[in-house]
Nanobody, 125 residues
Framework: QVELVESGGGSVQTGGSLRRACAVS????????LAWFRQAPEKVREGVGS???????RTTDSLKGRFTISYDNANNTLYLQMNSLKPEDTAMYYC???????????????????WGQGTQVTVSS
């Protein structure tokens, strides 16, 4: 089992920035697909982006240029840097892991076996 412990997030005004962190333990990153998801009120959980085996990063097209995913091998932590935030970015944000390659298909909630506890991100206008 992959253990994921999230931190960061919070509230910010439109145009601001936040960084989410997700500490990863239990498996080496080279064995994992790690991803960020978000879920706005009354909406389905959607993929934000992923990093495959510590190297190959994909970001949802609509978020490219504002959201950046990275991984720090020194402290085994997954990051999500969010810039130019908008009210529509308000959601619960989750990190997730699966013990296999991400593959080339779109991110699917059902593919991920381990989840962080989630943290609320609120962007006010």
């Amino acid at each position: 089992q992959v253990e994921l412990v999230e931190s960061g997030g919070g509230s910010v005004q439109t145009g601001g920035s936040l960084r989410r962190a997700c500490a990863v333990s239990g498996y080496d990153v080279s064995d994992l697909c790690l991803a960020w998801f978000r879920q706005a009120p009354e909406k389905v959980r959607e993929g934000v982006g992923s990093i495959d085996r510590g190297a190959y990063i994909r970001t949802t097209d609509s978020l490219k240029g504002r959201f950046t995913i990275s991984y720090d091998n020194a402290n085994n932590t997954l990051y999500l840097q969010m810039n130019s935030l908008k009210p529509e970015d308000t959601a619960m944000y989750y990190c997730a892991a699966q013990i296999m390659s991400c593959g080339v298909r779109p991110l699917s909630v059902t593919s991920f076996t381990d989840w962080g506890q989630g943290t609320q991100v609120t962007v006010s206008s």
